[in-house]
T-cell receptor
Framework: NAGVMQNPRHLVRRRGQEARLRCSPMKGHSHVYWYRQLPEEGLKFMVYLQKENIIDESGMPKERFSAEFPKEGPSILRIQQVVRGDSAAYFC???????????FGSGTRLTVV | AQKVTQAQTEISVVEKEDVTLDCVYETRDTTYYLFWYKQPPSGELVFLIRRNSFDEQNEISGRYSWNFQKSTSSFNFTITASQVVDSAVYFC????????????FGTGTSLTVIP
């Protein structure tokens, strides 16, 4: 019974490159959430998706960030033209639709150099 | 306004001491859930407990205990007889039924247990 799988665990990008973070939800979970943890801070909500739909993206920066959860395959958080301030840990969680049933992945640590 | 406040940024205790981590939350919802997570130096989030707003019973799990008090909007976490392996950042989080899509996390309390 695999949990929420995130890859890569660590990602290094140069300024201006693109970063793609992947999240495979737990089996049976069709709801995916992305959170960002900046250094020395708590996690902040970014986006909530269901298959092929973005339900709530109120926490997403307006530019350069996008997320998708296609019918087949993992959810992808994409950051274009990364800047140093994007360096953070990005956590994905999945659920059956109720927030009390969240399961978090181990996170992807993005470092922008 | 911060929905979850963890006023203690850092705490250091000597091994075997008891330590309480404070969490104060703010919500207008009558139905909500409170959580504690542990984040060890390896970085992953480890689920510790979930409590719903209708269950004010205190809970004990081994050396861990939680005190939920709706009257003071607090959900405090106590570690009894602390051990070095308890050293981590601990996060308190709130999920509301009305905006049930997201968690609101506190800023975390970094606990260091000194041998």
């Amino acid at each position: 019974n695999a949990g929420v799988m995130q890859n890569p665990r660590h990602l290094v990008r140069r300024r201006g490159q693109e970063a793609r973070l992947r999240c495979s939800p737990m089996k049976g979970h069709s709801h995916v959430y992305w959170y960002r943890q900046l250094p020395e801070e708590g996690l902040k909500f970014m986006v909530y998706l269901q298959k092929e739909n973005i339900i709530d993206e109120s926490g997403m920066p307006k530019e350069r960030f996008s997320a998708e959860f296609p019918k087949e395959g993992p959810s992808i958080l994409r950051i274009q033209q990364v800047v140093r301030g994007d360096s953070a840990a990005y956590f994905c969680a999945s659920s059956t639709g109720f927030s009390y049933g969240y399961t978090f992945g181990s996170g992807t640590r993005l470092t922008v150099v | 306004a911060q929905k979850v406040t963890q006023a203690q940024t850092e705490i250091s205790v000597v091994e075997k001491e008891d330590v309480t981590l404070d969490c104060v939350y703010e919500t207008r919802d009558t139905t909500y859930y409170l959580f504690w997570y542990k984040q060890p130096p390896s970085g992953e989030l480890v689920f510790l407990i979930r409590r719903n707003s209708f269950d004010e019973q205190n809970e004990i799990s081994g050396r861990y205990s939680w005190n939920f008090q709706k009257s003071t909007s607090s959900f405090n976490f106590t570690i009894t007889a602390s051990q070095v392996v308890d050293s981590a950042v601990y996060f308190c989080a709130l999920s509301e039924a009305e905006t049930g899509n997201q968690f609101y996390f506190g800023t975390g309390t970094s606990l260091t247990v000194i041998p």
